[in-house]
């Protein structure tokens, strides 16, 4: 069964269209890179997939599920902007994390912490930019969820965090679930991705595996990208 799954699915908001009639499937075991220009719909379509926006037409399901508290308990979300309350230490945002999560896995989150030297006395807002991205992707990467959702997880962050956020999603998400990346950052996650999403103008424009753009158009995903995007 698709882990992700979008039927004619339509969004808008007010007389603006951010998704119209999106067909697509997610199947669980693969990385699949959201793709597309300001505005195409890759945020609404993660907070759609989240429950935190209900569609106007169609439907999308989450392991067969609409979006609800069954759908949720599946799903770990990574926000395109902090999320965290910026008076808390890392070390309480694990201890809310594993109070709210059953799926939690404390002792992998600690263990990532302790790696990158995190100061888990700090309170969040006392961190670097760098070093929220992470904290934020270790709570998310330490559940056993089924669908990861990812906005923006490198936006703003120097190559070697980047580095360290890419290789966190591949060594910890469960080999059953899938992952959806949204990025402008192509050719920085273009290595981990199994399958990409393009979309354009709120309209699946392309949904392909990796490999056969390669094969097929011999170039990479980026410079697909920007033939299709062009200005």
């Not at 009639?21 to 075991?29: D, F, I, K, Q, R």
């Not at 201890?95 to 790696?115: G, L, S, V, W």
């Not at 354009?200 to 990796?210: D, E, F, K, R």
Request: aromatic fraction near 8%; glycine fraction near 8%; include cysteine.
């Amino acid at each position: 069964m698709a882990i992700l799954e979008c039927r004619d699915l339509t969004k808008r908001y007010g007389k603006a269209t951010a998704l119209e009639g999106v067909n697509l499937t997610v199947e669980p075991g693969r990385v699949v890179g959201l793709l597309g220009p300001n505005g195409s719909g890759k945020t609404t379509l993660i907070k759609l997939a989240n429950g935190l926006l209900t569609p106007t037409g169609g439907e999308i399901l989450i392991d067969g599920m609409k979006p609800g508290p069954e759908s949720k308990a599946l799903v770990a979300y990574l926000p395109d902007r902090d999320y965290l309350a910026d008076w808390m230490t890392p070390g309480q945002q694990m201890d809310f994390f594993a109070d709210f999560y059953q799926d939690f896995d404390r002792e992998k989150a600690q263990t990532m912490m302790d790696r990158l030297g995190i100061d888990q006395s700090q309170k969040f807002k006392q961190l670097s930019k760098g070093t929220r991205e992470k904290v934020q992707l270790i709570l998310v990467m330490s559940r056993s969820a089924k669908l990861y959702l990812l906005d923006e997880p490198i936006g703003g962050v120097d190559p070697a965090t980047r580095d360290f956020i890419l290789d966190t999603i591949i060594r910890n998400y469960n080999p059953e679930a899938a992952v959806i990346i949204s990025t402008h950052l192509i050719a920085d996650v273009e290595q981990v991705l199994d399958d990409v999403i393009f979309l354009q103008n709120g309209h699946v424009a392309l949904q392909s595996p990796v490999d056969a753009i390669r094969e097929e158009r011999g170039m990479s995903v980026d410079q697909y990208f920007r033939e299709v995007f062009r200005c």
